[in-house]
């Protein structure tokens, strides 16, 4: 015997049954090894229009489908695991489809142990026999979906078995004394509260919400809607959940993907910086601006000095590191309103708005030239490298980009003509 059923009751033979037969109600024992029943009292071989019990034992199941055979197992492990089951099974008793209440408990029986669930049926709780009403019984039960139906409390009234599966492992005993079964659901208790709530409050509604299910934490949107017991006509919550997990992973992978080709759209893979597309798309904006206001715009143009010989000597890794550094130092040199960007290689642009003279941009060339020629420390030696830049002015030297820094190119080059590591203006 699998030793997880250990703990379940052992009914070794009918002799130790006789009390049952007191029993006005419905019982039987159904074996799920044998697909068979192995006992019931005259209750329930007259449930089955038979005459005796031999002939319930000798009943024929061979035709039921295996989705059957697999709610009973299902039905089974649950009673098992937590002592009893209580949902609608729709029987068949003299070809008739008949909906009722049962409550289950799990057994071994017979000297070989197989495993039993013993079936506890009042007839007078019939759900009905209306083929619609039966339609409805057999979607909930074998649906993917989870439906529940709760008191106003956030007790569980019933629930279909994709319900029981998904919150199994939540032990009642354990919530706490001023929660409910609803709330405990939830991945945060206090959030089930509010829902619960907020759900009598607006008479029902569709909230999305994680919650702690036995594969772990999962998204579930929450249809909640207020109905009516159809016995005592007490007014409940139910609740259908509609997992999608899955298709929020699918959205965050979707989002993650479009920031990261908006990253390298947008910027420079080593340093961080702005690539040539953003700053095509800014400095379209910044132009309009100083166009409005009738300011004048800097654009510098930076080519570093020497840089071919940092690679050369210490080799492209340390190159890359002194680019790094390069742009830090760019950084921490200008304005946050100021736009820096890396065209790529060891060419640089940055552009200022509110430059009114050739004096500030002087003065803002001189410090860059200051700064990166400080030495650059490197795992294994110190580089040196120096910078030239061209200026232009808009609208002076151009009304685009494009233009701006054909002449700023222009002038960098004439500043590494007449000795580098200066500037020189348009």
Avoid at 11 to 19: A, F, G, K, N, T
Avoid at 173 to 187: C, H, K, L, Q
Avoid at 286 to 304: E, G, P, S, Y
């Amino acid at each position: 015997m699998n030793q997880k059923y250990s703990h379940l009751p052992h009914i070794r033979s009918h002799d130790e049954l006789p009390l049952y037969e007191l029993i006005p109600n419905v019982v039987w024992i159904f074996d799920l090894d044998k697909h068979g029943w192995w006992w019931g009292n005259s209750a329930a071989v007259r449930f089955w229009g038979l005459e005796n019990l031999g002939q319930l034992i000798a009943k024929d199941l061979s035709g039921d489908t295996q989705g059957a055979r697999e709610r009973t197992a299902q039905t089974f492990e649950l009673a098992a695991k937590n002592g009893l089951t209580v949902d609608p099974w729709t029987t068949y008793p003299n070809g008739k489809p008949k909906t009722l209440h049962m409550m289950h408990r799990a057994v071994l029986v017979g000297p070989d142990k197989h495993r039993a669930i013993i079936a506890f049926i009042n007839e007078e709780v019939d759900l009905g026999a209306e083929p619609e009403n039966l339609l409805l019984v057999e979607a909930m039960r074998y649906t993917t979906v989870l439906v529940t139906s709760f008191t106003q409390a956030g007790e569980v009234v019933i629930e279909n078995p994709a319900a029981t599966e998904a919150y199994k492992h939540l032990n009642h005993s354990e919530i706490v004394n001023d929660g409910s079964t609803f709330a405990a659901r939830f991945a945060d208790p206090k959030e089930g509260e509010r829902c619960r709530e907020q759900a009598l409050k607006e008479q029902g509604g569709r909230w999305e919400y994680v919650m702690n299910t036995s594969q772990g934490k999962r998204t579930h949107t929450l249809d909640i809607r207020i109905t009516r017991h159809p016995l005592s006509g007490d007014f409940l919550l139910l609740v259908v959940e509609y997992d999608i997990t899955e298709l929020h992973l699918a959205l965050t992978v979707a989002e993650e993907a479009q920031e990261q080709l908006r990253q390298l759209a947008h910027y420079d893979a080593l340093t961080g910086l702005s690539s040539l597309h953003l700053m095509q798309e800014n400095v379209a904006l910044l132009i309009h601006q100083a166009a409005r206001v009738k300011q004048r715009l800097t654009l510098m143009f930076i080519d570093l000095d020497d840089f071919k010989t940092v690679n050369d000597t210490y080799g492209h890794d340390a190159g890359d590191e002194v680019l790094k550094a390069v742009a830090e130092r760019l950084k921490l040199s200008l304005r946050k309103s100021d736009f820096i960007a890396r065209l790529g290689g060891d060419e640089f642009i940055i552009v200022q708005m509110d430059s009114h003279t050739e004096q500030q941009a002087a003065k803002v060339a001189s410090k860059i030239i200051e700064t990166l020629a400080k030495p650059y420390a490197l795992n294994n030696g110190q580089a040196e490298i120096g910078a030239s830049i061209g200026i232009a002015f808009y609208p002076e030297h151009g009304n685009d980009l494009e233009c701006l820094i054909k002449a700023a190119d222009e002038s960098m080059y004439v500043a590494k003509r007449r000795g580098k590591n200066s500037y020189y203006f348009a």
